[in-house]
């Protein structure tokens, strides 16, 4: 029996599988080349595509990390959809899915457009309707984020972090680390059922961040809040025009609301005995 990790080359998949590995846990990364090469795992090529291709690679698996590419919303759902249908054919002994920071949990108003037709609220729906053993990992904003060349590029050359969130807006930042740690944990943590909360509690500040960077770097750098859409503009050659713009929607629509903090109740803390990094003790581990 293994562990199925989708894009286990890509920023979430690797550190799961990567994590497992360590554990001497069997890996199988899941990936779209067949070519790929991933330290410790067998490698299978495979994609959101094809519901049997799914079934056959996840029977069997004692878990599976899935977690949404970035791609046009319809493709989102098809894909959604598939992952579904597979669970519930080949019925792996537990299921771990990271929403890559959408709000799938009822305990307030994101902002955010995770209705029930979303490609996010129609996986975990299922996910909840199938019968088998899983967990939502439910993170607000990625650190790594704060390394996209429009962002790092000013902290190092001007000492200006410019993010698309207000001045003193709070949220619950996490690293793709701690995904992997929620991960690992819950493939362990059979008892931990739902949505898990993932990230800093109490919520911190852009002005925060500034400061973890002032203090790795030993000069100083400020906070600026940027207008979301001209933020993400340039990102559109990597991630999209479509995609790049439904992001800068979703920071519209947050920047409306008081805060985005994960709540202690639902908290990765709480439940399942986890601290996530601090942005220093992240940066720490980061060549600038």
């Given at each position: ?67 949404l590419p970035v791609a046009p919303e319809e493709d989102r759902l098809t894909f959604a959809r598939n992952v579904v249908a597979a669970i519930r054919e080949a019925r792996p ?196």
């Open positions: 029996m293994t562990y199925m990790i989708h894009g286990a080359t890509g920023a979430q998949g690797a550190p799961v599988a990567a994590a497992l590995t360590a554990a001497n846990k069997p890996v199988t990364a899941l990936t779209r080349n067949a070519g790929t090469v991933v330290d410790g795992a067998r490698v299978l090529a495979i994609d959101y595509t094809s519901p049997v291709d799914l079934t056959d690679a996840y029977r069997g698996a004692e878990g599976v990390f899935v977690h002994a537990r299921v771990v899915f990271s929403t890559s920071g959408a709000i799938v949990s009822t305990d307030g108003d994101s902002g955010r457009d995770d209705s029930a037709e979303s490609a996010v609220s129609v996986l975990a729906t299922g996910l909840a309707d199938s019968g088998v053993s899983h967990a939502v990992i439910e993170p607000r904003f990625y650190l790594e984020n704060l390394l996209l060349p429009n962002v790092i590029a000013g902290v190092l050359e001007e000492g200006v972090l410019r993010y698309s969130l207000p001045s003193d807006f709070r949220a619950s930042w996490a690293s793709h680390l701690d995904i992997a740690d929620a991960a690992t944990a819950l493939f362990e943590r059979t008892d931990v059922t739902g949505v898990v909360s993932v990230g800093q509690y109490p919520a911190v500040s852009g002005e925060d961040l500034a400061e973890a960077f002032s203090t790795r770097l030993g000069r100083t750098v400020i906070y600026e809040a940027t207008d979301p859409h001209a933020f993400f503009a340039p990102l559109a050659p990597m991630m999209g025009e479509q995609a790049a713009a439904a992001i800068a929607d979703m920071y519209v629509a947050v920047s409306a609301q008081p805060d985005l903090s994960i709540t202690a109740e639902r908290s990765g803390q709480k439940l399942l005995g986890l601290t996530p990094r601090t942005a220093s003790q992240w940066l720490a581990g980061i060549d600038l």
